[in-house]
């Protein structure tokens, strides 16, 4: 499965996306889901850590939760870090837990077309093997040369 899709579209979804859920965040800050959900609150998002070992912990300022059911009021987004085969509960649970739920993106190696086009037939829109973080400083001009933040450019050649 090598879905596409436009940058309008990433552009739009991060855009209007204010609450994000990440399932499966660690609290490891060498991990990927724990630098995602850090870059994702400083950038204004308000980031609802979810995972069960952690329940009760602070993370970027808030409570972890360990369901998404445990979440107080709505999110926009689902952004999980869980394999591939682990995402149809999640998805089901996202649905049941906010009826207005925008988004479910699934991280950089995620893919679960049954859960995604479960998710589609309630008109929630999918995201498949894509990082917000990395979609975000691309589409919002914060990658330098070689795709990364390199910061300061050095004068010295």
């Not at 987004?77 to 089901?92: L, N, T």
């Not at 993106?105 to 049954?114: D, H």
Request: glycine share 8%; proline share 5%.
């Amino acid at each position: 499965m090598n879905e596409s899709y436009s940058d309008d579209y990433l552009r739009d979804i991060l855009t209007r996306t204010k609450r994000v859920a990440v399932v499966g965040v660690s609290m490891n800050p060498v991990r990927p889901s724990y630098y995602v959900a850090r870059y994702l609150a400083l950038k204004g998002f308000k980031v609802v850590p979810v995972n069960p070992g952690h329940v009760g912990e602070m993370l970027f300022g808030q409570k972890v939760v360990g369901r998404l059911s445990d979440i107080e009021g709505h999110v926009d987004m689902v952004d999980i870090f869980r394999r591939s085969e682990h995402v149809p509960p999640i998805v089901d649970e996202a649905l049941s837990a906010f009826p207005n739920l925008q988004t479910v993106w699934m991280q950089i190696g995620v893919v679960n077309e049954e859960a995604a086009e479960v998710a589609r037939a309630r008109g929630v829109e999918v995201i498949m093997n894509r990082c917000p973080k990395i979609e975000y400083q691309r589409l919002f001009g914060e990658l330098r040369m070689g795709g990364f933040n390199t910061g300061v450019i050095s004068s010295k050649l």
